[in-house]
């Protein structure tokens, strides 16, 4: 997945992505030695992420 593909899974900017990613809370690929080169998630590690990074609703009572 695409950074954009993955901030429209979220509801989130690519912005948010991209910060995600460079402080290593999503594994991605780099295709190419550029520092411009494109990334990619895979969409396990999203929903590894989202798993990770849900909080439990309270009960009420």
Known sequence: MTPDDVAE?????????????????LEHIKLGTSRFAPLRIRESEVMRYLTENTVAAKKAG
């Open 9 to 25: 899974m979220l509801g989130t900017s690519k912005k948010f992505v991209y910060e995600r990613v460079r402080d290593g809370d």
